[in-house]
């Protein structure tokens, strides 16, 4: 009976003694560094890499719990040059960083337009700009720019172009003179057919065209399509398309001749 | 280098001649030389052109493989 209890007793004296050890050799809480950078820059959004690592962070943002140390820093987005820089951070202190891109000419792009004709108003982002092709826009910030050409009794065009950094992007835009010439397609306009094959004009200036997928009569608004499933027309894909003097359409198509 | 390859031709109200080829449009009569009406002088995308007509206004069509549909308004000769 004494044995036994000397035994637990040992028993107890060894957990306790390892228990107190366990605690001995936990680390003491070591403090995070206390250093900081703060980063903005002019545009915003710009992707905050330190040391070569993505921080996916984007600027306006702070990088914080840094040590004492130099931090390389670039700031990188789409259409911009890299800028890289260097920040020293002291005291385990605050450092503020503001970059400003569209002071650095090396940041900026130019954009060339011309037009055939010259003089067309230029209006970028829907802004008059009110300047007259040929012009340089010199020191854009790199973005995409909406930009629509007007010029008197022509149709508008309007295009997108990405102006990147330390580039310059020329273009020369070709006005098409709407007193001449109307242009319809399956963009532009409710034309039911792309591939188009023959072209005849009825006594009623009906224009009846030939398609790969049928024909097409348009009156100058309306457009109309016969094909063999609405239709007597034999095959879809027309050849060709004659008016006799009784305003009869004669159609051929790969497989056979019909009237409409 | 090789010729445009003609798909049709048109003799309008005027005896002016039209040929549709896969570069754009020829022109010519008594009085004119051939003239191109192609991307490059009009600034429509006129090519593969596979047919031409007059309407009734003296206004000329052309019909095209994969651009579309043209009318020429008014000469501009």
Same mark, same amino acid.
């Given at each position: 009976?004494?044995?036994?209890?000397?035994?637990?007793?040992?028993?107890?004296?060894?957990?306790?003694?390892?228990?107190?050890?366990?605690?001995?050799? %936990?680390?003491?809480?070591?403090?995070?560094?206390?250093?900081?950078?703060?980063?903005?820059?002019?545009?915003?959004?710009?992707?905050?890499?330190?040391?070569?690592?993505?921080? =996916?962070?984007?600027?306006?943002?702070?990088?914080?719990?840094?040590?004492?140390?130099?931090?390389?820093?670039?700031?990188?987005?789409?259409?911009?040059?890299?800028?890289?820089?260097?920040?020293?951070?002291?005291?385990?202190?605050?450092?503020?960083?503001?970059?400003?891109?569209?002071?650095?000419?090396?940041?900026?792009?130019?954009?060339?337009?011309?037009?055939?004709?010259?003089?067309?108003?230029?209006?970028?982002?829907?802004?008059?700009?009110?300047?007259?092709?040929?012009?340089?826009?010199?020191?854009?910030?790199?973005?995409?720019?909406?930009? %629509?050409?007007?010029?008197?009794?022509?149709?508008?065009?309007?295009?997108?172009?990405?102006?990147?950094?330390?580039?310059?992007?020329?273009?020369?835009?070709?006005?098409?003179?709407?007193?001449?010439?109307?242009?319809?397609?399956?963009?532009?306009?409710?034309?039911?057919?792309?591939?188009?094959?023959?072209?005849?004009?009825?006594?009623?200036?009906?224009?009846?065209?030939?398609?790969?997928?049928?024909?097409?009569?348009?009156?100058?608004?309306?457009?109309?399509?016969?094909?063999?499933?609405?239709?007597?027309?034999?095959?879809?894909?027309?050849? %060709?398309?004659?008016?006799? %003097?009784?305003?009869?359409?004669?159609?051929?198509?790969?497989?056979? =001749?019909?009237?409409? | 280098?090789?010729?445009?390859?003609?798909?049709?031709?048109?003799?309008?109200?005027?005896?002016?001649?039209?040929?549709?080829?896969? $570069?754009?449009?020829?022109?010519?009569?008594?009085?004119?030389?051939?003239? $191109?009406?192609? *991307?490059?002088?009009?600034?429509?995308?006129?090519?593969?052109?596979?047919?031409?007509? *007059?309407?009734?206004?003296?206004?000329?069509?052309?019909?095209?493989? *994969?651009?579309? $549909?043209?009318? $020429?308004?008014?000469?501009?000769?």
């Amino acid at each position: 009976m004494k044995n036994i209890k000397f035994l637990l007793m040992l028993l107890l004296a060894v957990c306790i003694t390892f228990c107190e050890k366990d605690v001995s050799v %936990s680390p003491p809480d070591q403090p995070p560094p206390k250093g900081s950078i703060i980063i903005n820059s002019y545009p915003q959004e710009f992707k905050i890499f330190m040391n070569g690592k993505y921080r =996916i962070r984007n600027t306006p943002d702070s990088i914080r719990w840094l040590g004492d140390g130099a931090y390389e820093i670039s700031l990188r987005k789409e259409l911009f040059l890299d800028t890289v820089f260097t920040i020293e951070v002291v005291d385990e202190g605050k450092t503020n960083v503001f970059i400003d891109l569209s002071k650095n000419p090396r940041m900026l792009g130019d954009l060339s337009i011309k037009t055939t004709p010259s003089g067309a108003e230029i209006f970028l982002n829907d802004s008059n700009t009110t300047k007259m092709s040929p012009f340089i826009f010199r020191n854009l910030l790199p973005d995409i720019y909406n930009i %629509s050409l007007k010029y008197e009794d022509h149709e508008d065009f309007n295009t997108q172009i990405a102006v990147r950094s330390s580039y310059k992007y020329e273009f020369t835009a070709a006005m098409i003179d709407s007193t001449i010439w109307e242009y319809y397609n399956i963009e532009n306009s409710n034309m039911p057919a792309k591939v188009l094959t023959c072209i005849a004009i009825d006594n009623n200036n009906v224009k009846w065209i030939g398609s790969r997928d049928g024909v097409i009569s348009f009156d100058g608004s309306n457009w109309n399509l016969q094909s063999p499933s609405n239709s007597r027309l034999t095959h879809q894909v027309v050849t %060709s398309i004659s008016v006799n %003097s009784n305003n009869e359409k004669w159609i051929t198509t790969i497989e056979g =001749i019909g009237i409409a | 280098m090789p010729g445009p390859i003609i798909n049709c031709i048109y003799i309008d109200s005027n005896n002016s001649k039209w040929i549709g080829t896969n $570069l754009g449009v020829f022109f010519f009569n008594e009085f004119s030389n051939k003239i $191109l009406l192609d *991307e490059s002088a009009t600034g429509l995308p006129i090519k593969d052109v596979t047919g031409i007509s *007059e309407d009734v206004y003296g206004n000329i069509w052309f019909s095209t493989r *994969e651009n579309g $549909l043209f009318k $020429l308004k008014q000469r501009p000769f």
